[in-house]
């Protein structure tokens, strides 16, 4: 089955970097099976819309402002970003909640503000290691999803969400396939309560070209969320090409 695999680049490449990486992806990815979209950071963006425009890749950003427009210094409007060609919005990404001290009630009026422009808010939850072995994983997963998505209305929108254990991102320790589909199966169904429609939910967490197979067959993960291993092309297209 089709997956959506959505690379994350955060801020680790320099602007040049970003555009050689987006350049290499684009040429060697002519044809795929999954559906596959890059997250540049803000500073590359309309540049590498331009790289992607002619490729199926799609364009995404990492973040993006609670209104349209304003007196808000230093923010990006979700406006803005659809008109360039953005599809997707990363939200409440665990080193914006911890670095950035991003709340649920910011990143619930971010998902709002994205949703009226129609972008698509791939909204991020997972447990702290002392959270998951305190058995709180699931409690706390609840609560980011029931303020995150507090009167988020998806008739006629689409949302994502990506489940990343905080102590499986960038640590090279994934978690284990089957409790991964365990937590996917959970999400789906506390989502599915709260917005009355079955939404995908992605795995990120140290995936990388060796252990991405032992993931894609788990019934309930539909897609991923990659950071380090999207850094590299050969091994981002390995991944893509799964
Ligand atoms: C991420 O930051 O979203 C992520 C999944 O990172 P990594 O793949 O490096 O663990």
Redo the contacts with the bound molecule.
């Keep these: 089955m089709k997956k959506l695999i959505i690379a ?1 680049w ?1 801020m680790k490449l320099g602007f040049n970097e970003s555009l050689v990486l987006a350049k290499k992806i684009s040429n060697k990815l002519k044809s795929n099976k999954n559906n596959i979209v890059i997250c540049p950071d803000y500073l590359s963006l309309v540049s590498i819309a331009n790289i992607l425009k002619n490729s199926k890749i799609v364009l995404g950003a990492q973040d993006s402002a609670i209104v349209d427009s304003g007196a808000y210094t230093g923010e990006v409007s979700p406006l803005n970003l659809k008109s360039i060609g953005v599809k997707y919005v ?1 939200l409440g ?3 914006r909640r911890e670095h950035l001290h991003e709340n649920s009630a910011i990143i619930n009026d971010k998902i709002k503000a994205a949703l009226k422009n129609k972008l698509i808010p791939v909204l ?1 939850v997972g447990e702290k290691l002392i959270e998951r072995e305190a058995g709180e994983a699931k409690l706390v997963i609840s609560d980011q999803l029931r303020r995150g998505l507090n009167k988020v209305d998806l008739k006629n929108n689409n949302l994502v969400i ?1 489940y ?1 254990p905080i102590w ?4 090279g320790k ?1 978690i284990a396939p089957l409790e991964a589909e365990e937590m996917h199966q959970f999400i789906k169904s506390q989502a599915n309560k709260i917005l009355k429609k079955i939404v995908p939910v992605l795995y ?5 070209s060796k252990n991405i197979s032992s993931f894609m067959s788990q019934k309930n993960i539909d897609g991923f ?6 850094l590299k092309s050969d091994e981002f297209i390995k991944i893509c090409l799964q």
Excluded: P, Q, T
């Design positions: 994350n955060k990363i990404h665990s080193e991020c990506a990343e499986a991102i960038g640590s994934a990120g967490g140290s995936v990388d969320l990659v950071g380090g291993a999207s």
